[in-house]
């Protein structure tokens, strides 16, 4: 492959995933599930406030918090991130919902999810009774739940901060306004991005996602294809798709710096001319900062999916 598709390519890989305060430390909660034969302790609990209720879930993994922080904000489909492995391919990981109302704490439903598939929202008033609330504020909730069913057994006892459906804080040290050297450094990014300047492109990408002569790598515009000794057509076919995926930064909003991770907020335009807000991610290698992730939302986004 020419210099010119290898610049490019490490660019897409380490950028172009346009579309990681949450407390990092898993809360508290112990206890066993068994759903239908298939038992597991949970590893992870949140209380999520979307609308008039409150959602006890309950995982079978640790939840991905770092990444709820790539877009900003807090959605229900960040209850499919997990920490070991990309969501979308833990298809069987299983979770247990509960759903309260939001003013008095009584039992509104609950659900079983799997990662890749939702779940029919049920309603048990056995299961009412097996969950107890014994404190609860807007900040946190406390209690039990203790079920014994044919197809459905859990005991568990938890004490969770609740976490709200929308913008989320980010952890660490603010960013000055500019967004700081992390700020900068997406700016260039950008810059290099839309000026095709594929050396700067190549010194801006991470190096643990640089590419070298002999490498297979797997071409971004298609799932199993793969980019073999490829010119300057495909070289302009990459530069052109990473022009399209980069927005256009009119100014940076906020953000923070959490150790060798640093979250940029800006607002700007997509390549269509529509109004976009997102968050960058950068990471620290050595003494520089490098953008590895992206993701924009529109100006004024759609409301939040409903919780299964």
Known sequence: MSRSA??????????LAVGPAVAATPPAATGKVDIEGRRWKVADA????????LWLVFAERP?????????GRFTPEDLLRFREGFWYDRSNVQSLL???DDGDGRYLGHGIRYTASDSRRRFDAGFGRAVHVDARDRAHVAGTLRLQQEELRASIDFDLPVVDVGPLAHPGVPLPADGGEPGAVLRATEQATRDGNLDRMLDLTPPDRKYGPGDAIVDLLGPGDSVGSGGATDAATQVHFARISMPRIARITGGAVDGQVARVDFEGRDAFGSAVAGTATLKRHGKRWYVVNIETRGDEPPPDDELP
């Open 63 to 71: 939840f991905d918090r770092a990444a709820w922080h790539d877009d």
């Open 46 to 53: 949140v209380a999520v406030r979307d609308g008039g209720e």
């Open 6 to 15: 290898f610049a490019t390519r490490s660019l897409l890989c380490a950028l």
């Open 98 to 100: 509960v759903a309260l």
